[in-house]
């Protein structure tokens, strides 16, 4: 079931005009579940979504927010199955597969209709960095203190951010001091605490 994220205590929901979006953490932060979460939610409300992450946990975690309904959903793992999987509202691009999701990337017809949403961007290269950015509805999660292409992220105008900390590249925003498994979200409208509870409202990582 999905979990609940909570902007000042108040519920709150990632929107595709919230976007582009960078989510930065650390090891064992909460931001890769955060991540998760941001994106089930944008799916649950009826965006297309394309996703790529480096490893197949984040798959799994994202089948159980949305509670395994699979209907809508495509797993991809060659361009035969992509090409099968054009009309499915998410194409999820086998774990790790660059090459695959830079030829998706060229394929989807209705790219324009979907949210990139690429987890673990400090293990992909450049090319998926300045590939997702020619698109304006993109959310890039990962700690970029560890991408080598980090300075090119310190320029680029992401319109949120979500931080878990304050990273040693710069972001353009100050982060406050934060408890366990909270964030800091900044943009032109909005800013706070981020936190996530469970169907029970419990604090989860």
Same mark, same amino acid.
């Not at 509670?67 to 999987?85: I, P």
């Not at 400090?122 to 698109?135: H, K, P, V, Y």
């Given at each position: 079931?999905?979990?609940? $994220?909570?902007?000042?205590?108040? +519920? ?7 976007? +582009? ?14 991540? &998760? ?5 944008? =799916? ?6 394309? =996703? ?20 809508? $959903?495509?797993? $991809?793992?060659?361009? #035969?199955?992509?090409? %099968? ?19 998706? &990337? ?6 324009? #209709? ?12 450049? #090319? @998926? =960095? ?10 890039? !999660? ?6 080598? =292409?980090?300075?090119?992220? !310190?320029? %680029?105008?992401?319109? /949120? ?8 590249? +710069?972001?353009?925003? #100050? &982060?406050?001091?934060? %408890? ?12 706070? @605490?981020?936190?996530?509870?469970? %169907?029970?409202?419990?604090? /989860?990582?």
């Amino acid at each position: 079931m999905l979990d609940k $994220v909570l902007l000042n205590w108040e +519920p709150y929901t990632l929107k595709e005009d919230n976007l +582009p979006c960078l989510i930065t953490y650390g090891k064992h932060m909460g931001g890769s579940h955060l991540s &998760i979460v941001l994106i089930a939610n944008l =799916f649950l409300q009826g965006s297309k979504i394309l =996703f790529l992450t480096a490893y197949p946990m984040a798959r799994d975690n994202f089948l159980n927010q949305i509670e395994e309904d699979t209907s809508r $959903v495509a797993f $991809v793992d060659s361009l #035969e199955s992509l090409e %099968e999987s054009l009309d499915k509202d998410a194409i999820i691009i086998e774990s790790g597969n660059a090459t695959l999701f830079l030829n998706a &990337i060229k394929l989807i017809p209705d790219l324009d #209709e979907r949210v990139i949403f690429v987890k673990n961007i400090e293990i992909f290269n450049e #090319e @998926i =960095f300045n590939t997702c950015l020619e698109n304006q509805k993109v959310i890039l !999660s990962g700690d970029i203190d560890e991408c080598n =292409f980090k300075n090119n992220i !310190s320029i %680029e105008k992401f319109y /949120t951010i979500i931080a878990f900390n304050q990273p040693e590249t +710069p972001i353009r925003i #100050e &982060i406050p001091k934060l %408890e366990m498994w909270s964030s800091y979200l900044k943009n032109d409208k909005q800013s706070g @605490i981020l936190t996530l509870h469970d %169907e029970q409202n419990r604090r /989860t990582p």
